[in-house]
């Protein structure tokens, strides 16, 4: 089955700790996006990569960071510098240059600061 | 500032009634609009794309309609169940950019 995933669903953190979250894709998309959700928001971007090796900052990139080695793999790095983590992440793909295309999301980590 | 705006008060409706939701957006010229529904604790699924030069788009018991010149889209579910019920987001995005700006959302809940 075709599809992203996510891992892992719930996260937990102490202050000060880094944490990455797992994005994969077998989608064959060229385009990799990290939103951020909190109750009754939508969804901020905060990371997104067109291609590999290549990203940019979205609207709230501040305390987070992202790397993009392979096509089907986006990991997002919480640090320390985030002040306020506790969370719902999602993961989205999508084909590159297709606006008339959906994004296809994850299931989803939620992370919880301690 | 380019602003998206959809009902922050959940909708309740009856099952077998046609429910609307809306869209309404600001500073923001999209040529493409989207909605998706998104279940608690999962990631949105994509439903219904519409662009600016379409004024309808219909798939089963879904309706989306788009409306430049308002700068609205409604959102319509016929014959609704309680299935329905969840959240559903629209998302703009503007010609030049392939990033999509995502609405609050608006809770749906059909009471059988």
């Known amino acids: 089955d075709g599809g992203i995933t996510q891992s892992p669903k719930y996260l937990f953190r102490k202050e000060g700790q880094n944490v990455t979250l797992s994005c994969e894709q077998n989608?064959?998309?060229?385009?990799m996006y990290w939103y951020r959700q909190d109750p009754g928001q939508g969804l901020r971007l905060i990371y997104y990569?067109?291609?590999?090796?290549?990203?940019q900052k979205g609207d709230i990139a501040e305390g987070y960071s992202v790397s993009r080695e392979k096509k089907e793999s986006f990991p997002l790095t919480v640090t320390s510098a985030q002040k306020n983590p506790t969370a719902f992440y999602l993961c989205?793909?999508?084909?590159?240059?297709?606006?008339?295309?959906?994004?296809?999301f994850g299931p989803g980590t939620r992370l919880t600061v301690l | 500032s380019q602003k998206i705006e959809q009902n922050s008060e959940a909708l309740n409706i009856q099952e077998g009634k046609t429910a609307t939701l809306t869209c309404n957006y600001t500073?923001?010229?999209?040529?493409?609009l989207q909605w998706y529904r998104q279940d608690p604790g999962r990631g949105p699924v994509f439903l219904l794309l519409?662009?600016?030069?379409?004024k309808e788009k219909r798939k089963e018991r879904l309706k989306v309609t788009f409306d430049t010149t308002l700068k609205q889209s409604l959102f319509h579910i016929t014959a609704s169940q309680p299935a329905d019920s969840a959240t559903y987001l629209c998302?703009?995005?503007?010609?030049?950019?392939?990033?999509?700006?995502f609405g609050r959302g608006t809770s749906l809940i059909v009471h059988p």
């Open positions: 989205a793909s999508r084909e590159q240059g297709a606006h008339y295309n959906e994004q296809f």
């Open positions: 989608l064959n998309h060229d385009a």
């Open positions: 990569s067109q291609i590999v090796n290549d990203f």
């Open positions: 500073n923001y010229s999209p040529a493409y």
């Open positions: 519409i662009r600016e030069n379409e």
């Open positions: 998302a703009l995005e503007s010609g030049g950019s392939y990033i999509p700006t």
